[in-house]
């Protein structure tokens, strides 16, 4: 089948044409404007969905080489995220399903994030771990198979998204900061114990972190004024260390608990490099067969939600005209 797919679930309007389970065509148009106020500010981001939509849908067919009267179906996220964006996503595709007289199907986005993994071969056999890290979330999933995920860890706080992008915020850095925090830490040592909270099981809690930076600079820019302009690379590796060392301990306690070999990053963070050296690392070890997305599968897209859509039109399980975006599930 022809499936057109939409993703406007936070601050990237993005469109896919994905044919019998392949991607044809998966095309995003950022926003600039939450630069300027250091974080995504959601009338903002609502507003420039229902300006970019059509464009980016229009786009998305042509570089497909396809046409709208081909499609077989409309996939759109319905949610998590954050509801005045998804509105826009949800309005379009029921209107254009109506439109055309073809089925429309709803697509959880941390579901298709895991499932970006098909998005391109090498795809994992089922079953496999997945630690989906991205802006909102932070989960360890047994995929047992497409369409059924079990989370078995999660964050009880921030997500490990969060954690980076506000991380650098204290330190200075433009929103979101996790991209540029990697970058940086490239050139720098982790000579800086920052705290590594650990609420046991397989669960996550980043929100210590925060402090624990805002504590150790404060003390050490009372001592040296200019601290963190002169130390700035390592204090983003130290950072990133706290981070990547904390998701690698619990994804590692994971796959011991399962007993799974088949191991995969997925998520916006997933495209952190320091991550994807530390799994491939881990998995050398470990005797893992490992799975990170290309990075353009790693942020929002709507490839994955097409590739969603696909696994689902298969089975057969479509959405009603009456369906209604949802903040969470
Ligand atoms: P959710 O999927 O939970 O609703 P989201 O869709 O906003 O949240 P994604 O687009 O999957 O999140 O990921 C965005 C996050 O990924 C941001 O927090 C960003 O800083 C982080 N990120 C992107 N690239 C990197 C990188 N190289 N290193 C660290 N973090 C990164
Ligand atoms: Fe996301």
């Not at 046409?67 to 499609?71: D, G, N």
């Not at 050139?187 to 982790?190: E, M, T």
């Given at each position: 089948p022809l499936i057109l797919a939409i993703e406007s679930s936070c601050d990237d309007t993005s469109a896919a044409v994905v044919e019998d389970g392949r991607v044809r065509s998966n095309v995003t148009a950022t926003q600039a404007i939450h630069v300027e106020y250091g974080g995504v500010v959601p009338e903002h981001a609502s507003r420039a969905h229902q300006r970019n939509i059509l464009p980016t849908v229009s786009v998305a067919l042509r570089r497909a080489e396809r046409?709208?009267?081909?499609?077989d179906a409309v996939a759109f996220t319905r949610g998590p995220g954050l509801i005045g964006s998804l509105m826009v996503g949800v309005s379009f595709a029921k209107a254009l399903a109506l439109a055309l007289d073809i089925p429309l199907i709803e697509v959880d986005h941390m579901q298709a994030h895991v499932l970006?993994?098909?998005?391109?071969?090498p795809k994992p056999d089922f079953p496999f771990l997945c630690l989906t890290v991205s802006g909102g979330h932070t989960q360890l999933v047994v995929v047992h198979s497409a369409l059924e995920q079990e989370i078995i860890g999660r964050t009880i706080d921030d997500a490990a998204g969060e954690a980076f992008d506000k991380s650098g915020k204290l330190i200075g850095l433009p929103y979101p900061a996790g991209p540029e925090l990697d970058r940086l830490a490239r050139?720098?040592?982790?000579t800086i114990d920052f705290a590594q909270p650990d609420p046991g099981g397989l669960d996550f809690s980043f929100s210590g972190l925060k402090t624990s930076i805002l504590y150790t600079l404060q003390k050490r820019v009372e001592a040296e004024p200019d601290y963190v302009k002169n130390n700035l690379n390592d204090i983003c590796a130290s950072v990133q260390e706290a981070i990547v060392a904390t998701l690698i301990r619990k994804l590692v306690a994971a796959a011991e608990q399962t007993g799974l070999h088949r191991v995969a990053l997925a998520g916006g963070v997933s495209a952190n490099s320091e991550l994807r050296g530390r799994l491939a690392q881990e998995g050398r070890k470990r005797d893992w067969e490992t799975f990170v997305p290309k990075i353009e599968y790693c942020t929002d897209n709507a490839a994955m939600i097409g590739v969603t859509a696909a696994f689902k039109y298969a089975q057969g399980l479509f959405t009603s005209q009456a369906v209604a975006p949802a903040a969470r599930f």
């Open positions: 046409t709208a009267s081909e499609l970006a993994h098909f998005a391109e071969a050139a720098g040592k982790p």
